[in-house]
């Protein structure tokens, strides 16, 4: 069963988070949207954080984790991410072991 036609049907507040791996042109992002759901963090600030992880490996920046919510979900606020912060170190480190 598609999750839209879940929520459709109970008409219920539906949210997905997660480590999605996947950039915000992803096919995974879009069958998100097309199915009813929007990132928490889009729907706040107008669109997608600029990054939310930086590689170790590659020095590579990207956004790659979300919160989707439906439009049953009433989102208040978002905590933006600190941009200074990610633009100079990496993430996992020490302060932050996790980019989530």
């Keep these: 069963m598609k999750y839209n036609k879940l929520n459709n049907n109970w008409k219920l507040p539906v949210i997905i ?5 996947s950039r915000p042109t992803s096919k995974v992002y879009e069958i998100m949207g097309n199915n009813g759901y929007e990132s928490a963090y889009k729907i706040i600030t107008g669109s997608e954080n600029k990054y939310t992880q930086t590689s170790s490996f590659s020095k590579e920046k990207m956004t790659l984790d979300y919160i989707f919510v439906n439009n049953k979900c009433v989102v208040k ?4 991410i600190d941009s200074d912060y990610l633009e100079h170190n990496i993430i996992p480190n020490k302060t932050f072991p996790s980019d989530h």
């Design 77 to 80: 606020s978002v905590n933006p």
């Design 17 to 21: 988070a997660g480590d999605f791996n």
